[in-house]
């Protein structure tokens, strides 16, 4: 009977069933039709539910399968691989907080790997400078390049004069750069060259890390990993945020007049040539109690998809020891699908469901600030806020590109996703089920939050949807009334869904009626 | 030569305790991954200490080469250093000789302990070029200094580079 089984359990499968055992990880071809007609195959990974293009040209990833052996797909790594799927998948980039050894980078590095982009990393400390990261004019005569930028990194040596060009670059938030003229002073300051033979070295621009990853592979862009943003020295995250600030992530660098602007060709590029743009960022930090972290600004927080993921819990801890070795799969939790389904409802077409959808995103907006407001924060703690309208755009996007089988359930992780993943990340993870002692001190924050979400979607004192008889209908039924109305197919899909899972749950439980029948009369 | 335990050896300026203590540190550097991940080790020494003589309680089966790095060089001779090191499966001790280490240079002993590559720019004979270099099974990296000059090293995040730590003082 045992051997028999599992052959015959396949005519109990649903078809989610049969995707789900196919694991949180794989990979599968799809064809798609281009906008001329024609038919291509694409290579996708599907990553904790998120599909994520294969990218088949230029340069792919630098890793290799056999440096992830060691890499446990735990509830933690799925957690973080989620997280970053997503940001990844919308374009959004991502600030991912979370105590040292939980897997931040190592999940990173997988997707990179899983997707073929090439990563590059900037890893921050208290010396990283500006110029690091944007670029500087640096001598063309290779022995004087060298001496200039060492001169540049070891600032205790410098002169007063060049102590002070650099300190107003520093404290000029509107600055990315040192100017021509400013790099020939500090030359000059510090005797790099005679005098008169300066501006004979042939000052060229450099880019410094951050535009190089935007430029990288002829324009393409590759995925920039920003490690321990958090030890970052203020002026460096004042400026960072500029760049952000400015919406497109265009760089205009233009220090000197008598040198054109200097712009990273992102994204205007991409879109002119044709060409996907595979510039994505994802930063890294340890929580503000680590030494040399300072919380961050809220201004800056929200330039981000901020996230805070907590330590490992005994459970994850034990299964990461027992995935050396032995390669023992960890118990993983359900795992959503967030591929566009059929019956794919589009909010730009349709204004109705998307004026509910937007209803209830701002309202938890409004309403989770006034909670946040009410809140006592421990000092040091990281602060943001809930109505800035950055989010709110970023769950709207979700909602279009995330979209699941069940509009209502979508909103509902997307606002999990960008809301409560600030206070908790893992929310999806552990929330519901199990228990985590680290994750104590935000599980109450965690609830308030999700009772405020589920009134607002369908309590009773949640906002009322007032209909042409009189009645009214909360968030949720108008949403599904609104979707029945729109396409009496979807009505119909869902019965079938259900009957699907009716008829695999009567052929089990009537197989296993005979199965104990069978057992009883031996 | 024979001294006693708690007596320092005036070739080593190191007691029986701390060459045995050297021993281990070595050893667990060599035979210890963590997820399949070499870590970077830390030697806290005295004045006194040569880094020469710390290098010969490396197993005796390993080759190593010892660098001394200060403001005097650029962060580009440290890395050139390391991928010689890599190159010829070498394990490196690299003095920090006065407390200087750029942000270049941190950068890559911060990639080298998360995943153990380097990503080099625009080195001096691969200008314009990127590459992404793998630390090979057989190469450890060390750094050496003395506590002085190791706390003159402003960066707060410094230790986290480092798996294994060694005090000789």
Not at chain 1, 12 to 17: G, L, M, N, R, V
Not at chain 1, 261 to 289: D, L, M
Not at chain 1, 505 to 514: C, D, H, P, V
Request: net charge negative; glycine share 6%.
């Amino acid at each position: 009977m045992s051997e028999k089984m599992p052959q015959d359990q396949e005519l109990f499968k649903t078809p989610e069933e049969e995707q789900r055992e196919k694991g949180p990880i794989f990979k599968f071809a799809k064809k798609e039709r281009d906008e001329k007609g024609k038919e291509t195959k694409k290579e996708y990974a599907s990553v904790a539910g998120i599909e994520l293009e294969v990218n088949k040209e230029g340069e792919g990833t630098q890793f290799k399968e056999e440096e992830f052996q060691d890499f446990s797909l735990d509830k933690k790594s799925l957690e973080l691989l989620e997280s970053m799927a997503i940001s990844v998948k919308l374009d959004q980039p991502l600030l991912q907080e979370g105590p040292t050894d939980i897997g931040k980078t190592k999940a990173l590095e997988y997707l990179a790997y899983l997707t073929n982009n090439h990563l590059l990393y900037q890893s921050f400390s208290g010396q990283t400078d500006v110029s690091d990261l944007i670029g500087k004019y640096v001598p063309a005569i290779e022995d004087v390049r060298i001496r200039f930028e060492n001169i540049l990194s070891n600032r205790k040596n410098l002169s007063e004069d060049t102590k002070t060009i650099l300190r107003n670059l520093d404290k000029d938030s509107k600055r990315f750069a040192l100017t021509l003229d400013e790099c020939l002073k500090i030359a000059q300051n510090e005797g790099l060259a005679d005098p008169r033979e300066l501006e004979k070295l042939q000052w060229n621009w450099a880019d410094g890390e951050l535009l190089r990853q935007m430029k990288y592979d002829r324009g393409r862009g590759c995925w920039s990993y920003f490690d321990e943003l958090g030890a970052a020295e203020p002026q460096v995250l004042v400026k960072i945020n500029r760049i952000f600030s400015q919406g497109t992530r265009r760089i205009s660098v233009s220090e000197n007049s008598e040198n054109p602007t200097i712009e990273a060709i992102y994204p205007e590029w991409h879109s002119q040539a044709g060409k996907p743009n595979r510039f994505r960022i994802v930063a890294t930090t340890n929580p503000p109690s680590y030494a040399g972290r300072i919380p961050f600004e809220k201004d800056f927080i929200r330039r981000w998809n901020y996230k805070r993921s907590a330590g490992l819990d005994e459970q994850t801890f034990l299964a990461r020891l027992d995935w050396v070795g032995h390669q023992r799969k960890a118990e993983l939790p359900e795992i959503k699908y967030h591929e566009k389904p059929e019956g794919y409802i589009d909010l730009d077409k349709n204004p109705e469901i998307d004026h509910l959808v937007n209803r209830v995103i701002a309202e938890f907006s409004i309403q989770a600030q006034k909670k946040l407001d009410s809140w006592e924060w421990g000092q040091g703690e990281q602060e943001f806020r809930f109505d800035e309208m950055s989010e709110a755009f970023r769950t709207q996007q979700y909602m279009r590109k995330l979209q699941g089988r069940d509009l209502v359930e979508t909103l509902k992780d997307a606002i999990r996703y960008y809301y409560t993943g600030k206070i908790e990340a893992n929310l999806r993870f552990y929330f519901k089920d199990v228990k985590n002692e680290k994750f104590e001190e935000q599980e109450d924050r965690v609830k308030e939050l999700e009772s405020l979400l589920e009134e607002i979607i369908s309590g009773p004192t949640g906002p009322r949807i007032k209909q042409i008889d009189g009645s009214s209908l909360s968030i949720q039924e108008a949403i599904e009334k609104e979707v029945k109305k729109l396409n009496p197919e979807i009505a119909k899909k869902e019965l079938e869904g259900e009957l699907q899972k009716l008829d695999a749950e009567m052929r089990k439980s009537e197989f296993l009626k005979g199965d104990f029948r069978e057992g009883a009369g031996k | 030569m024979t001294f006693n335990v708690g007596q320092k050896s005036t070739l080593n300026m190191m007691t029986r305790e701390q060459e045995d203590n050297l021993k281990t540190f070595f050893g667990s550097l060599d035979r210890i991954s963590n997820q399949g991940l070499y870590d970077l080790g830390l030697i806290t020494k005295t004045k006194e200490q040569k880094t020469e003589e710390l290098a010969k309680f490396v197993p005796k089966n390993i080759k190593v080469e010892i660098f001394k790095f200060s403001s005097k060089l650029v962060a580009d001779d440290l890395l050139k250093f390391i991928i010689k090191v890599f190159e010829e499966k070498k394990w490196g001790l690299i003095e920090l000789e006065d407390g200087f280490l750029p942000a270049k240079a941190y950068n890559q002993l911060r990639l080298l302990s998360i995943n153990n590559h380097l990503q080099v720019f625009d080195l001096a004979d691969k200008k314009g070029e990127e590459a992404d270099i793998k630390q090979p099974k057989e190469s450890r990296l060390i750094i050496v200094g003395n506590e002085e000059v190791l706390s003159k090293i402003k960066i707060p995040t410094f230790l986290r580079l480092f798996g294994p730590i060694i005090n000789l003082k």
